[in-house]
């Protein structure tokens, strides 16, 4: 199974979440990451994930401005693929992550959540 299935996999359970997280070796946090989408312009995108309605879309260009060639590269070094499909494949990922991150519209601040959400906030810092 490859990373990015595990990825795709992972959405259905924090356990198995947080283990495809530390496979990609970053740290930080969920605040972090929703910061970053708030200072680049795309507040009501980060939000609508985190809160219990429905999740807006982001699309690759968004990623790659947001997250920064850096950090799309090494995922996509990562997932075996040139960094245009990984900006694709995380706009795929992102939402329904940090969702699933926010249980009840909270960024998460200890446990599972916070560890998981420490993991996905490195790309920020990579």
């Known amino acids: 199974m490859s990373l ?3 990825l795709m996999g992972a959405l259905g359970g924090q356990g198995d979440l947080a283990e495809t997280v530390k496979s990609l070796g970053v740290t930080g946090g969920v605040g972090g990451l929703v910061d970053a989408f708030q200072k680049g312009g795309l507040s009501e995108v980060a939000q609508s994930w985190v ?3 429905q999740n807006l879309p982001v ?3 968004q990623i790659q401005a947001v997250l920064g060639s850096g950090v799309v590269g090494q995922f996509a070094e990562k ?3 040139d960094p245009q499909t990984a900006a694709a494949k995380l706009s795929e990922i992102l939402p329904g992550l940090v969702d699933k991150l926010t249980p009840g519209g909270k960024l998460p601040d200890e446990g599972l959540g916070g ?3 420490d993991l996905l906030g490195g790309f920020l810092k990579n």
Do not use: I, Q
């Open 51 to 53: 809160s219990s309605g």
């Open 4 to 6: 990015l299935d595990n």
């Open 115 to 117: 560890a998981v959400g």
């Open 79 to 81: 997932l075996g693929v």
């Open 59 to 61: 699309s690759p260009e």
